[in-house]
C-alpha cells in the first residue's frame, strides 16, 4: 500500500473537519440529553387515610416540564410496590401535568401507594369507619359506612371526637347487610331539624340525632355525650333524660340509661329500633277530657253510679291518666288508662251505693253531675234473690241475698217454715181470711143459739156442744 505525506496544511484542515463533526454529534446528543431530563417527577399523594373495605381511594401525582421542548413521561403506579396502574402523559415545555388514578381494597389492612418509586402515603382499610363530613355551630353530619361485615352481628362505629355540647359518641347498628352507608347528623338548634318536633310546651330537648339510609336498618345502640352545663340549664336531672325515637307523628320512649360520667360530661346509652330521628330530653303528654257522661246501671250489690270520659293527648308521646271517682266530696274509685300521641282513649269508673239519696260525682277536680237513688231503687237490690224464672217476693222484710261460697249463717236467725203464697195469693192473706171467716161462723152461730130457744126457757146450762 502506497504510504500518503500529508503536507502540514492538509493535516490542519483534517483534524479541523474531525473535531467539526465530533463537535455535531455531541451536541445532536447533549441536546437529545438536555430534552429528556427536563421533565421531572414532583408529588404524589393519597385521597383519603383511612377507608373501607371497597371503598375508593384517589391516588394523584404531578411532573413538570423545564425544557424548552415538550416531551413525553410515564407514570407509574404500585401498591405495596406492585404495579396497579401506568399512565402516559404529554407534557409542554415549561408546563407541568397531573393524573389521577382510583383503587380500592378487597381486605382490610395498610397499604403502601407509590408513584415511580416516590411514597403517595399509607391507607389503612377497615370494614367500617365513620368520618365527620360537615360541621357548622349547630349541626355536625357522620358519614358511616362499612363493607364486607356481618350482617346478623352489630356493626360498631366509633365517632371521631368532640368538644360539641352534644355529640354522639358510639354508633352500633345492625342493618342485615353486609355493606351499607348511613348518615348522621347533630343539631343543637330544634329550628334546624327537618322534620315536625314536640312544641317546647310538651318537650324539653337537649339535642336531636337525624339518621339517613338507604340501606335496611334493624336495631342501633348509640351512646350520647351531653355536657352538664346544658343538663343544669335545661333543670332536667340527670335521670329524667330520655331518648325517644319518632314513629311517623309520635314520639317513642327508648330504655335509656347513664353509660358513663365524664369529666364535665354524662353519657346515655340507648338502642333504637328504626332508622329515624331520635331526641334527647324530656316529652311530657297533654291529656285532657274532652267530654263526660254519668248515670246508674243496676247490679247485684246495689246502684252502681258510672262515670265514663273520653281523654284528649293533645302531645305526640303517649302517657297515662289516672281518674278518680269522687262521690260527695269522697273518692270511692280511681282508674288509670293509657292514651297514645295525638290520640285518644275512654276511660270508665264506678262506686255501688246502698243507701237513698243524691249523690254529687266528680272525676278528679272536674263536676260530672249528680244522681238521685230512691227508696226503691236501694231496697229492690237488698231483697231476696228468686228462684230463676219466678218473681221476687213482695211486701215482705227485706233479705240480703247470700253471696257465693258464704253459708248465710248470721247466727240466730230461723228459716220460716210456712211458704211465700199459697196458689199465688201471699200467705199472710190467706191466713188472715180463714181467721175473719172463722170468727164469723162463731159470731153466726152464737145469735142463732139466742134466738132459737122460743123464750122456752131452757136452762141456762144448755150447752149444745
Not at 86 to 110: C, H, K, L, M, Q
Not at 156 to 168: C, G, V
Not at 249 to 257: A, D, K, Q, R
Not at 261 to 283: I, W
Request: charged share 20%.
Amino acid at each position: 500500500m502506497q504510504s500518503t505525506d500529508w503536507s502540514p496544511k492538509q493535516c490542519g484542515h483534517r483534524v479541523l473537519a474531525l473535531g467539526l463533526v465530533v463537535l455535531i454529534v455531541g451536541s445532536m446528543f447533549a441536546s437529545v440529553a438536555a430534552a429528556q431530563s427536563a421533565i421531572g417527577f414532583r408529588k404524589a399523594e393519597v385521597s383519603a387515610t383511612t377507608v373501607t373495605v371497597g371503598e375508593n381511594v384517589t391516588v394523584s401525582a404531578e411532573a413538570v416540564n423545564v425544557g424548552d421542548s415538550g416531551g413525553g413521561y410515564t407514570f407509574e403506579f404500585e401498591r405495596d410496590r406492585v404495579r396497579f396502574e401506568r399512565i402516559r402523559a404529554t407534557i409542554p415545555a415549561n408546563d407541568d401535568r397531573r393524573v389521577s388514578t382510583n383503587i380500592s381494597f378487597d381486605e382490610p389492612g395498610t397499604y403502601r401507594i407509590s408513584v415511580n418509586g416516590n411514597r403517595a402515603g399509607s391507607v389503612t382499610v377497615q370494614p367500617a369507619r365513620a368520618r365527620v363530613t360537615s360541621t357548622n355551630e349547630s349541626q355536625r353530619r357522620i358519614d358511616a359506612r362499612a363493607n364486607g361485615v356481618s350482617a346478623t352481628e352489630p356493626t360498631a362505629f366509633d365517632i371521631p371526637p368532640s368538644n360539641r355540647t352534644f355529640a354522639l359518641q358510639n354508633w352500633s347498628t345492625t342493618t342485615g347487610q353486609t355493606a351499607f352507608q348511613q348518615y348522621l347528623t347533630e343539631y343543637t338548634n330544634r329550628s334546624e331539624v327537618p322534620g315536625t318536633l314536640p312544641s317546647p310546651e310538651h318537650s324539653t330537648l337537649l339535642g336531636v340525632i337525624d339518621v339517613e339510609s338507604d340501606d335496611g336498618f334493624e336495631e342501633s345502640t348509640m351512646r350520647i355525650g351531653v355536657n352538664d352545663s346544658v343538663l343544669a340549664n335545661s333543670t332536667l336531672e340527670r335521670d329524667e333524660v330520655t331518648v325517644y325515637q319518632r314513629n311517623d307523628t309520635v314520639w317513642e320512649p327508648l330504655s335509656t340509661s347513664v353509660a358513663a360520667q365524664q369529666e364535665n360530661r354524662t353519657v346515655y346509652e340507648a338502642t333504637a329500633t328504626r332508622g329515624t330521628t331520635y331526641a334527647l330530653g324530656r316529652l311530657t303528654a297533654d291529656i285532657a277530657i274532652e267530654n263526660t257522661s254519668y248515670g246508674t246501671t243496676a247490679s247485684a250489690d246495689g246502684p252502681r253510679l258510672y262515670i265514663e270520659a273520653r281523654l284528649r293527648n293533645a302531645a305526640p308521646i303517649a302517657g297515662t291518666y289516672t281518674g278518680v271517682m269522687r262521690v260527695n266530696g269522697e273518692s270511692v274509685n280511681r282508674m288509670t288508662v293509657a292514651v297514645p300521641g295525638s290520640g285518644d282513649a275512654n276511660l270508665s269508673v264506678t262506686h255501688v251505693v246502698t243507701e237513698a239519696g243524691s249523690y254529687n260525682l266528680k272525676l278528679n277536680r272536674t263536676s260530672v253531675g249528680s244522681v238521685f237513688i230512691s227508696e226503691s231503687q236501694a231496697a229492690a237490690t237488698q231483697r231476696t234473690e228468686s228462684t230463676p224464672g219466678s218473681e221476687a217476693p213482695t211486701g215482705t222484710a227485706a233479705k240480703t241475698a247470700t253471696p257465693a261460697g258464704d253459708s248465710g249463717d248470721d247466727g240466730g236467725s230461723v228459716e220460716n217454715p210456712l211458704p211465700s203464697t199459697v196458689f199465688g195469693i201471699n200467705t199472710l192473706y190467706v191466713i188472715g181470711g180463714l181467721a175473719i171467716a172463722l170468727a164469723a161462723f162463731v159470731a153466726i152461730l152464737l145469735l142463732l143459739r139466742r134466738g132459737g130457744d122460743g123464750g122456752g126457757g131452757k136452762p141456762e146450762t144448755f150447752d149444745p156442744f
